[in-house]
Each structure stands twice: as structure tokens, then as C-alpha cells.
């Protein structure tokens, strides 16, 4: 799902930077500056959500279709 791609996208940018980080010395500039970003990244929590409401995640979506589907089962059985 996306939500599970969007936090792997996440944690490669993370490695990535770290790696970028290696071969500079821990006082340049953009050491800092790569280190605030991981810092930023590190306290964001990656997830999609419904207007702050609930989080949509793999388990939000399989509650609404079944929620769908069960609405449809009552509908059908109430026109036969």
C-alpha cells in the first residue's frame, strides 16, 4: 500500500543521507545540514490520514470494504 511504500521511501532518504554524511568532516556545513534533515525526518511520523480524523492504514481499508460488503449483503437480502 502506500502508506507502507511512503514510510520505506522514508527510511532509504535516512540511509541515504547517512551515507552522504560519511565522508565529511563533522564540522562542515552540510554535515549539519544533513544531520538536521535526518533529525527532521526521523521526528516526522509518516502516515496518511482522513482530515486528522482516523489514520488510513492497511487496516482502515480493509475495515471499509468490509463494511461495504456487508452493507450490500443487508441491502440484498432486504430486496429479495
Known sequence: MCCDYAI???KKIIRTC?????PLDIF???YQELEDF???L????????????FVVDR?????LISVIANYFI?????LN
Not at 59 to 63: L, S, Y
Not at 74 to 78: D, G, I
Open 59 to 63: 487496516n482502515a481499508t480493509i475495515m
Open 28 to 30: 562542515a556545513k552540510r
Open 74 to 78: 443487508v441491502l440484498v437480502q432486504f
Open 18 to 22: 547517512q551515507e552522504l554524511q560519511k
Open 42 to 53: 526521523q521526528m516526522m511520523d509518516v502516515r496518511f490520514t482522513a482530515f486528522r480524523c
Open 38 to 40: 535526518i533529525e527532521q
Open 8 to 10: 520505506r521511501e522514508q
